[in-house]
C-alpha cells in the first residue's frame, strides 16, 4: 500500500498596498486584487471611511488605528502593527496591509513586516500607490526636477544635524500625532536658522474624499507654530534663494548652463 506524503501546510504570503489618497478613485487594479484575495486585510487609512469602503472590498478586514494610544511610544505602535500582521502571515494566511497613499513612502510599518516576511522566508512584496506628495505636485503646481525637492521628516530635523539646501524646495511631514504649540515652535525655531520669520510656508493635505478639496493653507513662518499640524500634514518650504552656480558655470558663461539643464532648470538660475 503506498505511502502518501500528508498535504503540505498553507504558505503564508504578504502584500502592503497603496490604497492612495483619494477614496477609491487612486486604487490600482493590482493592488485591488490583492485586498479581493486576501485572507485578511489590515488596514491603515487617513479617513474612518476609507477604511469602510475598503471593508467593502473584502469584509474580513481589520483596522490597525487600535494600536496607536495616547502615551504609547510611536515605534512600539509600530512593532504591534507588524507584529500582527506577521502573525497572520506565519499562520498561512494571504494577508495585506493596505495603507493610505504609497505603502513605501513615509511609512515605517510596510517596510518593517515585509523585512521580518523574507527573513523568515515569507513571500512579501509591495505595490505602489498614489502618495500625498503625487497629490501635492499636481494641487501646487510643483515640479521637483525645476529647482529640486528635499523631503525630511519633522522629528529627525529637530533630533538629527541636518543641512538643509534653501535653493530647493522641501516637503517637511509633522511627525507628532497630537502636537502642542510648544512642540510646533520648535520646529519653527528649527527653520528659522535657516529661512526669515517672513518666509512663506505653505501647510498640504491631500483631499481623501472626491467631494473635499485639498488643504493649501500658506502662511509666514513665524505663525506656524499657532496652525493646526497633523500626521498627515506636509509643510512644504520654498525655496528662500535662487541655485548657485559652480565657478565654471558663472552668469558670464550661462550658455554652458542653457545648453546642458533643462530649459526650466536654466531660468531658476541668477
Not at 493590482?30 to 485586498?35: L, P
Not at 513586516?113 to 501635492?136: H, K, N, P, T, W
Request: glycine share 6%; net charge negative; hydrophobic share 40%.
Amino acid at each position: 500500500m503506498p505511502i502518501h506524503p500528508p498535504p503540505t501546510a498553507p504558505r503564508g504570503q504578504l502584500a502592503c498596498v497603496g490604497l492612495g489618497m483619494m477614496l477609491g478613485a487612486h486604487l490600482t487594479p493590482r493592488a485591488r486584487g490583492w485586498i479581493e484575495a486576501a485572507d485578511v486585510v489590515f488596514v491603515a487609512a487617513s479617513d474612518a471611511l476609507v477604511e469602510q469602503w475598503v471593508a467593502t472590498v473584502n469584509a474580513r478586514t481589520v483596522s490597525l488605528q487600535g494600536f496607536y494610544a495616547e502615551g504609547k511610544p510611536r515605534q512600539r505602535t509600530y512593532r504591534d502593527m507588524a507584529d500582527a500582521m506577521l502573525r497572520e502571515v506565519r499562520a498561512g494566511r494571504r494577508v495585506v496591509g493596505a495603507f493610505y497613499g504609497h505603502p513605501g513612502v513615509f511609512a515605517q510599518v510596510p517596510h518593517a513586516a515585509i523585512a521580518q516576511a523574507r527573513d523568515e522566508g515569507f513571500e512579501a512584496v509591495m505595490e505602489a500607490g498614489i502618495s500625498a506628495e503625487d497629490c501635492l505636485y499636481a494641487d501646487l503646481g510643483i515640479d521637483p526636477g525645476r529647482v529640486g525637492c528635499a523631503h525630511y521628516e519633522a522629528s529627525q530635523l529637530l533630533f538629527y544635524r541636518r543641512v538643509i539646501d534653501t535653493s530647493a524646495a522641501g516637503d517637511r511631514t509633522y511627525a507628532v500625532r497630537a502636537s502642542t504649540v510648544e512642540q510646533r515652535q520648535r520646529l519653527v525655531d528649527r527653520l528659522r536658522r535657516d529661512y526669515p520669520a517672513d518666509h512663506p510656508v505653505t501647510i498640504y493635505e491631500a483631499a481623501t474624499l472626491p467631494i473635499a478639496a485639498p488643504r493649501i493653507e500658506t502662511l509666514p513662518l513665524r505663525d506656524l507654530a499657532h496652525a493646526a499640524l497633523h500626521m498627515h500634514s506636509t509643510l512644504v518650504v520654498p525655496p528662500a534663494r535662487a541655485l548657485e552656480p559652480e565657478p565654471e558655470h558663472a552668469p558670464g558663461n550661462r550658455a554652458s548652463i542653457t545648453a546642458t539643464c533643462p530649459e526650466t532648470d536654466a531660468r531658476a538660475l541668477p
